[in-house]
């Protein structure tokens, strides 16, 4: 069984960044397109950004230039780093690996003042 857990969540400022984490229990990375996506209150979830296995990416238009999605397959590592956020940036994010079941339990993100 694999399991995703996510980490780096927090409360930031607009304007403030964070860097959210994904931590796999073992070795998937390496065959499948990682993605991160988001579900604010009253939304759906919602894909924000995709890394394939050549790293190769892909961006919802609404974070394009401020976050950038990246992996380290020798860590078993996804990452998101977030800039210049934004209050509409708030949601729960989640770490998934695309075409599996496979998702995070998500992480709080919320921008706000």
């Known amino acids: 069984q694999v399991q995703l857990v996510e980490s780096g969540g927090g409360l930031v400022q607009p304007g403030g960044s964070l860097r959210l984490s994904c931590a796999a229990s073992?070795?998937?990375?390496?065959?499948?397109?990682m993605t991160w996506y988001r579900q604010a209150p009253g939304n759906q979830r919602e894909l924000v950004a995709q890394i394939t296995t050549n790293r190769n990416t892909d961006y919802t238009d609404s974070v394009k230039g401020r976050f950038t999605i990246s992996r380290d397959n020798a860590k078993n590592m996804l990452y998101l780093q977030m800039n210049n956020l934004k209050p509409e940036d708030t949601a729960v994010y989640y770490c998934?690996?695309?075409?599996?079941?496979?998702w995070g339990q998500g992480t709080q993100v919320t921008v706000s003042s």
């Open positions: 073992r070795s998937i990375f390496t065959r499948y397109t």
């Open positions: 998934h690996t695309a075409g599996t079941n496979y």
